[in-house]
T-cell receptor, first 113, second 114 residues
Framework: QKEVEQDPGPLSVPEGAIVSLNCTYSNSAFQYFMWYRQYSRKGPELLMYTYSSGNKEDGRFTAQVDKSSKYISLFIRDSQPSDSATYLC?????????????FGQGTTLQVKP | GAVVSQHPSRVICKSGTSVKIECRSLDFQATTMFWYRQFPKQSLMLMATSNEGSKATYEQGVEKDKFLINHASLTLSTLTVTSAHPEDSSFYICRVIGPGTEAFFGQGTRLTVV
């Protein structure tokens, strides 16, 4: 069993839709959780990070963590064609800026105009 | 602007040759650099962790003699793929951390071995 599971998609939605991206994990030692966006042939860019269970909102993005279920989600409201990318969840333990990250496979999202 | 510069962005080489990939931190001193490999439609897989001035720590299954990592200065780390083969074709990405800074990814290098 992989430590982090993420449905690779692809996921196709119309512009303006609410998008839900999810990951599950098996290692209860993970302490922090991140979402990255990766455009084709580019390095990932950090979108959200959180340490605790619950919701964290930033503009159109909401990150949700449920440690009891070992399940994290990223919601994108009012999705735009520019949101079309691959979204990677990542998680780790120890210090968030020194520790290793374990990545999900990434979900490819296409937002159609 | 970018705080991490990775070069080259893409490279094509012949089987059996070696390729060097550079990762530079532009505005901060990089105490730790991680090297990842990403195959198409797959996750980023950590290859090795390098700290300035010390030998790199390789993940299980990664051949240290094939993937040479040098972190000789606080702003530069290099990954050399030696005797490259077609199965080494992949997207290689560095991730850089400095004291008191968040981690940043490089832009990635697409290596194609023909």
């Amino acid at each position: 069993q992989k430590e982090v599971e993420q449905d690779p998609g692809p996921l196709s939605v119309p512009e303006g839709a609410i998008v839900s991206l999810n990951c599950t994990y098996s290692n209860s030692a993970f302490q922090y959780f991140m979402w990255y966006r990766q455009y084709s042939r580019k390095g990932p860019e950090l979108l959200m990070y959180t340490y605790s269970s619950g919701n964290k909102e930033d503009g159109r993005f909401t990150a949700q963590v449920d440690k009891s279920s070992k399940y994290i989600s990223l919601f994108i409201r009012d999705s735009q064609p520019s949101d079309s990318a691959t979204y990677l969840c990542a998680m780790g333990y120890g210090s968030s800026n020194t520790g290793k990250l374990i990545f999900g496979q990434g979900t490819t999202l296409q937002v159609k105009p | 602007g970018a705080v991490v510069s990775q070069h080259p962005s893409r490279v094509i080489c012949k089987s059996g040759t070696s390729v060097k990939i550079e990762c530079r931190s532009l505005d901060f001193q990089a105490t730790t650099m991680f090297w990842y490999r990403q195959f198409p439609k797959q996750s980023l897989m950590l290859m090795a962790t390098s700290n300035e001035g010390s030998k790199a720590t390789y993940e299980q299954g990664v051949e240290k003699d094939k993937f040479l990592i040098n972190h000789a200065s606080l702003t530069l780390s290099t990954l050399t793929v030696t005797s490259a083969h077609p199965e080494d074709s992949s997207f290689y990405i560095c991730r850089v951390i400095g004291p008191g800074t968040e981690a940043f990814f490089g832009q990635g290098t697409r290596l194609t071995v023909v």
